[in-house]
């Protein structure tokens, strides 16, 4: 319900209602599930270091750095959008919105810093390395289970189950990584 503050009288189904549905979730989950590969992956060079990996190797990853942190910062936010109750203004989806974006632009300039350190020229310590990509790949995952309990908190009761259980079992996959 909302209150029309011009008459002062409760208006009840004023705002149109949208239900959050599983279809709704899964480009979202499938990104996640991109980017936590990549995570892996580089958690897994991070493992090997001094070794480097080998040059096919090493551009796949590059380009798939690219391609799921990097290009995707500029993605359509229309579903962030469809998290807010519409019509209102409400300071708690804004700020988790704004985590959301400045999480997304410090995966950004990370990805950026690790492609730096891998650049065929670069030459950087294997220690150094190390850290670069775990630190990577650490925030990187703290970042998507920010945005999945974003979802969870602004969706809410609007949820179906079918919804809940897949953003549940995306969670609960987050944890045994």
């Known amino acids: 319900m909302d209150r029309n503050r011009r008459e002062n009288k409760i208006v009840p189904f004023a705002l149109p209602w949208h239900v959050i549905q599983e279809v709704d979730l899964v480009r979202l989950i499938g990104d996640h599930h991109r980017r936590a590969a990549l995570c892996v992956h580089a958690e897994v060079m991070a493992d090997d270091l001094p070794r480097r990996p080998d040059a096919k190797t090493l551009t796949a990853f590059l380009a798939a750095l690219d391609e799921r942190v990097i290009q995707t910062e500029t993605d359509d936010w229309s579903f962030w959008g469809a998290m807010q109750v519409h019509g209102r203004d409400d300071a708690l ?70 919804a809940r259980a897949l953003l549940t079992d995306a969670l609960a996959e987050g944890v045994a990584a």
């Open 93 to 162: 989806v804004t700020t988790v919105l704004d985590h959301i974006r400045a999480r997304r632009a410090s995966d950004v300039a990370s990805a950026r810093e690790v492609i730096a350190a891998l650049d065929a020229g670069a030459d950087i310590a294997p220690d150094m390395l190390g850290y670069i990509l775990r630190g990577f790949f650490t925030h990187c995952l703290r970042s998507i289970d920010f945005e999945q309990l974003a979802v969870l908190a602004m969706a809410g009761h609007r949820m179906t189950p079918d």
